[in-house]
């Protein structure tokens, strides 16, 4: 097993957790559809996938997500419940990423959109500890396409032996893999330190 020198996190129920529904709670008191039936309908358009691989402009989306479901929020509007689906404690501590920082090249991998990083880039300073943070929509690729791991590769400065990645959804765990990265699910903080420790990291 090649020495680490990059340690690459997920965002998304990894760095920070969420809970879409309080997402959908919240848009529900802005239009006549039920919360419950709110995230069937956004799905079946494939706007989602679309915002966060870059082709949709998250303007165009939030006017697109009006129209959708009879709302009439502005951006800041949208902004503000389409972000509420983030829970305030990390986690993962700050002082883990601090510590690793002195000795690895840390980087965020994962499949956001421009409107919900605006937001936690504000209300989380553990993201600003990191090198560098790859995205799905400024990529223009989401996981697990190849092409979002060879992006985060060639921010890596290293060889993909050489970084190490964790994700809470297996498919990704597995795409990185694919493309030569040690990579292990993440089901949790101990686990984590368990993953690093047996890569000979010291946590």
Not at 96 to 108: A, D, N, T, W
Request: aromatic share 10%.
């Amino acid at each position: 097993m090649s020495e680490l020198k990059t340690i690459i996190f997920d965002l998304g129920n990894v760095i920070i957790p969420f809970d879409f529904r309080r997402g959908y709670a919240a848009m529900a008191q802005h239009t006549a559809v039920p919360a419950a039936e709110i995230p069937e309908r956004i799905r079946e358009t494939g706007w989602v996938p679309e915002l966060e691989s870059g082709r949709i402009e998250p303007r165009d989306f939030v006017e697109r997500i009006n129209g959708l479901l009879g709302a009439s929020l502005s951006y800041e509007g949208f902004r503000e419940i389409w972000s509420s689906i983030f829970l305030p404690d990390t986690l993962i501590p700050i002082d883990l990423v601090r510590e690793l920082k002195k000795s690895y090249r840390m980087l965020v991998l994962s499949n956001t959109n421009a409107i919900h990083i605006e937001m936690v880039s504000e209300t989380y300073p553990i993201l600003h500890e990191f090198d560098h943070l790859v995205l799905s929509h400024d990529v223009k690729a989401m996981k697990p396409e190849p092409a979002i791991y060879a992006a985060a590769l060639a921010h890596a400065q290293a060889r993909p032996e050489e970084c190490f990645f964790t994700d809470d959804i297996l498919a990704y765990v597995e795409g990185a893999r694919q493309a030569g990265i040690q990579a292990e699910q993440f089901l949790g903080y101990e686990k984590l330190l368990g993953d690093l420790r047996a890569r000979g990291v010291s946590v």
